[in-house]
């Protein structure tokens, strides 16, 4: 039955990523005959004159970075300010300031780590204008950013334009499928009102407080954005975002789908779609193996009730009955592989070992990634698996026809290692004092999981936790509030200064000495980069975390 | 050639400015507007939270969200690691290996009886993630019918008819395992002895 259901939620991504890869090929590069519409006239309008320049990487990074700002200022002026805003018909109050800079770190690099939850803190105003609107101009960037890394590894110096991008991708590819879904939730049940808090009268003559709101509109789009910043604070698991096995699965296969589409739209702009085709295939063959071992590890009982009366099942600690067996270890296995980071049962409340599922995930952070960015780490290990053939026959590496030399390795390793680097010192230092050994719920090392995988989570821009930690601190808000900053724009800048400086050089003819880079071969060449560079960078902090963590349970 | 990037620093802030004001109207206003006007209009029973009556018409709670049962003749949910609280949700946190789970999974099995020869449903000892499960087992309803059955008086096999009929129609191709909602179940248990006589409890 599991594996039935892992083909289902894996199959119709994969499927109908291939469609809307060319749709957003034709949105982000549309061919000459339909370019000068009444469309593009409109956004002229809308956005003024400048749309119309073309940019090279320095002038688009800066219009990304200037834009990125005022998304920053403005959402975190929104929260600052909820208290005294419409929309708040259950009267939240004041955010504390490092919760706010936090959240909106979080919101503004598509991570949604949420050290708060929706339903206790959050008025309708700031889940709409502030959260809503950046989980979809946060997805629009990543998007943006891949169609310039495109352009400029298909050889143009001119790599389009920002607002222009980001324009299209909200307006055509984010809008028209979050509407879709949104309403597909509606109709499975999720609500969508403006009321306040609904009182019951319980049968048994309490009162309980049902919280409720506009929960369809920031669902869909949190799912599709690879955002995952929920509406309340159990996220996908709450019967409110989630009600039942139908919404769970559209839900679950949302959240790959443009990321996965994102790879194809890389290949048509390049031109270069067997390449794309080798690359989409390590994806998918590291993604089938996480979800396989997610699912095996969590089908096991939970180690708690050894030897008590109790039926033997698999773990249901932390998950919803009715999204059926194995689709929550899928789900963990996909949220974490695409930087989407929002959850159908608690990551805390997994078995020891199948929490390394989602971390490993993290890590990479290639595994379709986030929508746009995720290709763009992948870009990276490819320069760095391309090199690595070039020194082992012993001539200057080439990728897309352009030389890779002395200055773009250097950026690459730069990329590579910025990710390792906020995990493991923000890892030492948080375990190492009361910042972060203070906050944790479960002893030992589940405990030293829960601050890995913060910092995993906010390093991969990911957003998904080990919910047991205390996090809503100052330490943890501002440490984890400047790792997501670094973890999304370091990564973005890098790779589209490689790009930009391999595009202004003389293309090299491709011979027969050339490296090919779309064939089976070339798959094992980076599926060996992503692994092996993966398992050094990490193995250690794995086995202090999840495995001894596994041990010290199993073996009594 | 040489150009300062920042040349055009002036025109990117007026254009940044103007995007970000279209956006977020669109994003955070129009969007959620069209979703709400199709929920409102077309599904406003689930629009407003699934919202459940009673014969006077007070809402006594919401068909998704689970409520705390405590009393021997109504069916008990999972337990929560907020206590039934709808206004902040969430899950337990606790690993599966741990021993506040241990703990809490030996309390349940005191409260529902269990035994090695009746051992308990494994759902009725994890807390489910959002702690507002809606639903047990077919198994977990089953396991408490006799003590439901026994303190209203009814007899069993009517009851197991009860469980077994809400459990129906939620089995589909790929859950395999019959679910009941509990609240549902419990309100519809009521409304069966109200039309016949008072509870006896």
């Known amino acids: 039955m599991s594996?039935?259901?892992?083909?289902?939620?894996?199959?119709?991504?994969?499927?109908?990523?291939?469609?809307?890869?060319?749709?957003?090929?034709?949105?982000?590069?549309?061919?000459?005959?339909?370019?000068?519409?009444?469309?593009?006239?409109?956004?002229?309008?809308?956005?003024?004159?400048?749309?119309?320049?073309?940019?090279?990487?320095?002038?688009?990074?800066?219009?990304?970075?200037?834009?990125?700002?005022?998304?920053?200022?403005?959402?975190?002026?929104?929260?600052?300010?909820?208290?005294?805003?419409?929309?708040?018909?259950?009267?939240?109050?004041?955010?504390?300031?490092?919760?706010?800079?936090?959240?909106?770190?979080?919101?503004?690099?598509?991570?949604?780590?949420?050290?708060?939850?929706?339903?206790?803190?959050?008025?309708?105003?700031?889940?709409?204008?502030?959260?809503?609107?950046?989980?979809?101009?946060?997805?629009?960037?990543?998007?943006?950013?891949?169609?310039?890394?495109?352009?400029?590894?298909?050889?143009?110096?001119?790599?389009?334009?920002?607002?222009?991008?980001?324009?299209?991708?909200?307006?055509?590819?984010?809008?028209?499928?979050?509407?879709?879904?949104?309403?597909?939730?509606?109709?499975?049940?999720?609500?969508?009102?403006?009321?306040g808090s609904a009182l019951a009268k319980t049968l048994e003559g309490a009162t309980q407080t049902i919280a409720r709101g506009p929960v369809a509109a920031m669902v869909a789009i949190k799912q599709l954005g690879t955002n995952g910043g929920g509406f309340f604070g159990p996220n996908s698991t709450h019967p409110f975002e989630n009600p039942?096995?139908?919404?769970?699965?559209?839900?679950?296969?949302?959240?790959?789908?443009?990321?996965?589409?994102?790879?194809?739209?890389?290949?048509?702009?390049?031109?270069?779609?067997?390449?794309?085709?080798?690359?989409?295939?390590?994806?998918?063959?590291?993604?089938?193996?996480?979800?396989?071992?997610?699912?095996?590890?969590?089908s096991a009982p939970s180690m708690a009730f050894k030897g008590l009366p109790i039926e033997v099942m698999s773990n249901l600690e932390g998950k919803e009955?009715?999204?059926?067996?194995?689709?929550?270890?899928?789900?963990?296995?996909?949220?974490?592989?695409?930087?989407?980071?929002?959850?159908?049962?608690?990551?805390?409340?997994?078995?020891?070992?199948?929490?390394?599922?989602?971390?490993?995930?993290?890590?990479?952070?290639?595994?379709?990634?986030?929508?746009?960015?995720?290709?763009?780490?992948?870009f990276?290990?490819?320069?760095?698996?391309?090199?690595?053939?070039?020194?082992?026959?012993?001539?200057?590496?080439?990728?897309?026809?352009?030389?890779?030399?002395?200055?773009?390795?250097?950026?690459?390793?730069l990329a590579l290692l910025v990710h390792p680097l906020l995990i493991l010192v923000g890892t030492a230092v948080f375990a190492s004092t009361t910042w972060g050994a203070g906050t944790v719920l479960n002893k030992g090392a589940h405990g030293f999981s829960e601050i890995l995988y913060e910092f995993s989570s906010a390093a991969a821009n990911n957003g998904s936790g080990f919910e047991g930690l205390g996090d809503n601190t100052v330490p943890w808000n501002v440490a984890t509030g400047l790792v997501m900053l670094l973890g999304r724009y370091i990564p973005i800048i890098l790779p589209l200064a490689i790009a930009g400086s391999m595009a202004a050089k003389k293309p090299v003819p491709e011979t027969t000495g050339t490296l090919r880079i779309d064939t089976p071969?070339?798959?094992?060449?980076?599926?060996g980069s992503v692994l092996l560079i993966g398992a050094l960078l990490f193995m250690p902090v794995a086995v202090l975390g999840p495995v001894a963590d596994y041990l010290s349970t199993s073996i009594q | 050639m040489k150009t300062n990037i920042l040349e055009n620093s002036g025109a990117d802030l007026a254009t940044s400015l103007r995007i970000a004001l279209v956006s977020l109207l669109l994003c955070g206003g129009i969007y959620p507007l069209i979703i709400f006007g199709f929920a409102r209009f077309v599904f406003p029973e689930s629009a407003s939270g699934s919202l459940l009556r009673n014969q006077a018409g007070t809402v006594v709670g919401s068909r998704l969200i689970c409520q705390a049962f405590s009393k021997p003749g109504y069916f008990w949910p999972r337990p929560s690691a907020v206590k039934y609280d709808a206004s902040a949700a969430g899950g337990s946190n606790l690993s599966p290996a741990g021993p506040e789970v241990r703990q809490r999974a030996m309390q349940s099995v005191?409260?529902?009886?269990?035994?090695?020869?009746?051992?308990?449903?494994?759902?009725?000892?994890?807390?489910?993630?959002?702690?507002?499960?809606?639903?047990?087992?077919?198994?977990?309803?089953?396991?408490?019918?006799?003590?439901?059955?026994?303190?209203?008086?009814?007899?069993?096999?009517?009851?197991?008819?009860?469980?077994?009929?809400?459990?129906?129609?939620r089995q589909t191709l790929l859950s395999n395992e019959g679910l009941v909602n509990v609240l549902a179940l419990n309100m519809e248990l009521d409304a069966m002895q109200k039309n016949k006589l008072a509870p006896r409890w």
């Not at chain 1, 119709?12 to 006239?41: F, H, K, Q």
């Open chain 1, 3 to 195: 594996i039935l259901m892992l083909l289902l939620l894996l199959a119709v991504p994969v499927l109908l990523s291939w469609p809307l890869g060319r749709y957003m090929t034709e949105i982000m590069n549309p061919s000459a005959r339909s370019g000068d519409g009444t469309v593009a006239i409109l956004m002229t309008k809308a956005g003024g004159g400048m749309l119309n320049r073309e940019q090279e990487w320095k002038g688009y990074l800066v219009s990304m970075l200037i834009f990125n700002a005022i998304m920053f200022v403005t959402v975190a002026i929104m929260l600052a300010l909820q208290q005294w805003l419409p929309l708040n018909p259950d009267g939240k109050g004041p955010l504390e300031a490092s919760l706010i800079f936090n959240t909106t770190a979080s919101f503004v690099t598509n991570t949604n780590l949420q050290h708060y939850a929706g339903e206790v803190s959050m008025s309708y105003f700031s889940q709409l204008f502030a959260l809503t609107w950046m989980q979809f101009v946060s997805a629009a960037t990543g998007i943006s950013c891949l169609a310039a890394l495109s352009r400029a590894l298909a050889g143009n110096r001119l790599v389009g334009n920002f607002y222009r991008d980001l324009l299209r991708s909200v307006l055509f590819i984010l809008m028209p499928l979050s509407v879709l879904l949104a309403l597909s939730l509606v109709i499975g049940g999720v609500p969508m009102t403006f009321d």
């Open chain 1, 244 to 298: 039942s096995f139908l919404t769970n699965y559209l839900e679950c296969i949302s959240i790959p789908l443009i990321a996965m589409a994102s790879v194809w739209m890389f290949g048509r702009i390049t031109g270069r779609m067997r390449h794309a085709s080798v690359i989409f295939s390590v994806m998918l063959l590291l993604l089938v193996l996480k979800s396989g071992i997610a699912i095996y590890l969590e």
């Open chain 2, 110 to 169: 005191k409260d529902f009886g269990a035994d090695p020869l009746r051992p308990l449903p494994a759902d009725l000892a994890a807390a489910s993630g959002s702690g507002l499960d809606p639903f047990i087992t077919l198994r977990a309803a089953l396991f408490q019918a006799p003590r439901v059955a026994g303190a209203r008086g009814m007899v069993l096999s009517d009851v197991e008819t009860q469980v077994r009929r809400h459990a129906a129609g």
């Open chain 1, 321 to 378: 009955l009715r999204f059926g067996s194995g689709t929550a270890a899928v789900w963990a296995a996909v949220t974490t592989a695409t930087s989407n980071g929002s959850v159908n049962c608690m990551h805390d409340s997994l078995n020891p070992l199948t929490g390394l599922v989602p971390l490993a995930g993290m890590w990479l952070n290639v595994i379709f990634g986030g929508v746009g960015v995720g290709f763009i780490n992948m």
């Open chain 1, 521 to 527: 071969l070339f798959a094992v060449v980076i599926l």
């Open chain 1, 380 to 413: 990276i290990f490819i320069i760095v698996g391309v090199f690595i053939c070039g020194m082992m026959v012993g001539r200057t590496p080439e990728y897309c026809a352009r030389k890779v030399e002395t200055h773009e390795m250097k950026l690459a390793l």
